[in-house]
């Protein structure tokens, strides 16, 4: 057992202990936590003893605190309490700050359980570290408030200590280095002042650009250790700076170029600063006369100078005062001016409109009208604060009251109830959302919208703003927003405007008629085109794009066409011309091409109008095509005049020739040898006889006789006829005829002629050639149409030639070889048989004539002559049958009084139709020959004589005529089927009518 002096010893010893510590030391015991010993220093905090005192009483405050509730839970479980910046209430000193910790003192038996606690007073720390606290959290809250990246950062090392929200946003990383984080780069930047800044100590700024970002940057010294380094993004700064330059340069453009007066003069009158040249024009003045010349010399009234200035003054502009100002040309004119004040230079900006002509003409008509003019001038951006609880404007700039027509007290009155007024009803809800936006917005989020809102003269403007938090309330809302407004309402319509434009070009160009290309200015490629274009073309539009103009040529035209494109680029477009554009697949369409220059975006392009003329040439070469045929039957018909004409002058002499040439071969009283030669007369009159017959088949005055033909058989007799002319000039002959020809209704001489002509102009041209040659001749079935074909392997013919084949006297053969009439008399027989015939040939490949007749065509014979009895038999006359021949030509009467007289026939004859009609009253005639064209009166109106006055007679009028081809003519004939002959005529012929006549008694 320990006795209680050692006892006692040990608490001494223990007091002394604790008493000599700095910390408060205390030991409480039982549930009631009774102090059994205080240290002195944790006394000096209480005015009263503790020991034997209960926690409770001693320290109210702290009990109710938790402090008692804490310190029960270690009596019961042991576990330790440790207090850490405790501020608990102690009587003398109540803003204390403690630390320490509570501990279960070990039991003693028969003890209750005991509590050793031991404090610090750590208040003078704390404040330290609170103030300390304090300047990290203002240190972090200035760069927080900066709106760009602000870092602090260790010299050399460059690496983060301290930053803002924004560097946060841009990636940076406390702890590493600027560069790295930031600029995501291995090495410091290359335009990084931090290092001039340690070794001036001096500031430094610069304006870096990277990646398309222009910075205005700042490096700081803060203290030995740190430098500040901040950066604000002025890459819109400086495009709205460019676009400033770029307005300024227009507005200077347009001061310079306008069709009004401008000027820039001081307020006070003393002196003119600028005007443009329209503005000196008006008042004749000299850049040098006018410039710095007091304003008030100009005016003509001083007291409308006066009045101008004070309505400058108050209300900040004029607009449309009239005025009279003194010219140095005209005197005294009347000017309508416009004026706004700039209140930092005290200038007048102002227009001038020269209004005397009008000005007399409202005197004349006693009328007035303001004309007005207002100077254009940049709308600065709209720039307010806006408070979104209350739903209005807090502060608006001058160009927010100028948009809206209000004055600021007017807005601030007005209040919610403005906003709410001229807010586009259907833009409510997006406003209202937008504002919720930016009332729970980041001070780093910047909210566009846009919107419409009514001006005061109640015009809807479309608006887009801009805006950013600027003021928040205690616990972090937003409620007041920064925001700049621009009015994009002349920007939409014009994009509108432009879109529908656009949409309306589009759908000409996409469904225009004619082809539409744009090719660029410089290297002539194709930059668009339309559908048409596509299709003339034959290349889609991406095909295109990448060839240039003249590669769609011809390959012979590509060079030329280059040469064309730099020569219109110096002399302009707007000129037309033909040219062709070659498809894939090597076919060439012609195009008319209409080009003009046309810029866009600054760019110049040609602008091409090609319309397809296919159908065009078409019609020109059918019109050609018809030109030739009317020349064609107009020159065969100048042709067919004169050959009826020598036809008629040669019929009358020739009736006398073969008439008596027949009659004197029948005398049985000649010498041999003297008939002989009369028989060479009258095969030479029978042969120009055949000779006129053909000149008149080609001056249609005769028809042919047309019979069923083979063909082929009339080929073949023809052939026959030239056998030995071929067979001498080596010339073969090689016959293709198809099977089953049919026969056609033809006259038989008419076309062995053609076929003759043929085959002799081939003969020639393949002698002239090579003296050989091959002639093919086929004969198909076409359908409709026999299709004949004549080739040879001669030298060929022109285009030239061609063109002019068929045309009367036209030849190719040496003078003396051929006449020119050949082709042109086979076209005109042809013609005649509903037919067509045509030539095929270049130089150097032979020529084939192609002729095709129709099946089926038919006609009836002509009645006339003997050609319908070709063998007819003479007829004797009766022995009492008497004749009387009207003729003016004495040959044919001679002749035709000596046949008749000769076969029996009592014969008189008279030149004189009247003399003759005379006779025919009082005389018996059992026949009258009459011939048709007689001087005084024809044979046409003697026979209408006939019927009225003797209708028996005229049923034995025989008419004689050289001219059956005459239409009038033919058709009295064949109307009164009345009988003739044609001249010259043979006994035969003659006879024959005559026997008609006379047979029938009467």
Known sequence: MVSSHENLREVEFLEHIVNSTAACVAVVEGRE???????????????????????????PEAAAAGAEAKMLAVLETGEPWDVVNYPAKVPLKPDAVWEGRVVRLTVTEGREPSLLAVFWDVTERAKAEEESLAKTRLNQILLDAFPCVALLLRPESHVIVAMNKKAALEGCVIGQTCYGSWAKRSTPCPWCLAPVVWKTGKPQSSEPSDGGITWDAHWIRISEDLYMHFAFDITDRRKVEKALIESETKYRELFENAQIGMFISRLDGSEMLDANERYLEMLGLSRAEFIGKPSRDFWANPLQREKMVNILKSEGRVTNFECQLITKHNGVRDFLTSLTLNPDNKTLHGSIIDITERKKAEDDLNESEHFTRTLLNTTPELIYVHDIRTNSNVYANRSVMDFLGYTSGEVQAMGSS?????????????????????????????LELTYRMKNRDGKWRYLRSRD???????????????????????????????????????????????????IDYESGTIVDCNPEYERQTGRDQATLKKMKIWEIRPPDQ??????????????????????????????????????????????????????????????EIEQQRFRDKAEMAARLAAVGEMASGIAHEINNPLTGVVGFSELLVERDDLPDEVREDLKIIRDGGRRVKEIVGRMLTFARQQKPLRVASSITELIDNTLEIRSYVLKTANIEVIKDYSPNLPWLIVDPGQLQQVFLNIIVNAEYAMKQAHNRGKLTIKAENCGEIV????????????????????????TTKAPGEGTGLGLALSYGIIKEHDGTIKAESSEGCGSTFVIDLPIGFSVLPVQEGDSTNPVASIRFASSNSRVLVIDDEDTVRSVTKAILERNGYDTATEPDPLVAL????????????????????????????????????????????????DAATREYLESHDIPFITKPFDQDSLLNKIWDITSKGG
Do not use: W
């Open 418 to 446: 403005l906003f709410n007024n001229i807010l586009h009803p259907d833009d409510a809800n997006l406003v209202a959302v937008h504002h919720s936006r930016c009332a729970h917005a980041s001070d780093d989020d910047i």
């Open 468 to 518: 950013v938090p600027f003021r928040r309330d205690t616990v972090g809302n937003v409620t007041q927003i920064l925001g700049v407004t621009e009015d994009i309402t002349e920007q939409l319509m014009k994009s509108r405007m432009v879109e529908e434009s656009e949409a309306k070009f589009r759908a000409v160009f996409e469904n225009a008629h004619e082809g539409i290309v744009l």
């Open 33 to 59: 936590l009774r102090y059994t010993l205080v240290n002195s220093k944790f006394q000096e905090f209480h005015p009263q003893p503790l020991t034997g005192r209960r926690y409770r009483d001693a320290f």
């Open 787 to 810: 299709r004949f074909s004549f080739t040879d392997d001669g030298p060929g013919m022109s285009r030239e030639t061609l063109s002019k084949l068929f045309q009367p006297f036209f």
């Open 918 to 965: 005379e006779r025919l009253k009082t005389e018996h005639f059992d026949a009258v020959l009459c011939d048709i064209r007689i001087p005084d009166l024809s044979g046409m109106e003697l026979y209408e004589r006939l019927i009225r006055e003797n209708p028996e007679l005229a049923k034995k009028v025989i008419f004689i005529t050289g001219d059956v081809s």
């Open 558 to 619: 590509k060079e030329q066409n280059k040469v064309i494109f730099e020569r219109i680029k110096k002399t302009g477009g707007g000129r037309s011309s033909e040219t062709g554009y070659q498809r894939p697949d090597g076919t060439i369409i012609p195009i008319e091409f209409t080009s003009s220059i046309v810029e866009m975006s600054g760019r110049k392009y040609f602008l091409g109008v090609t319309r397809d003329i296919s159908e065009k040439k078409k019609a």
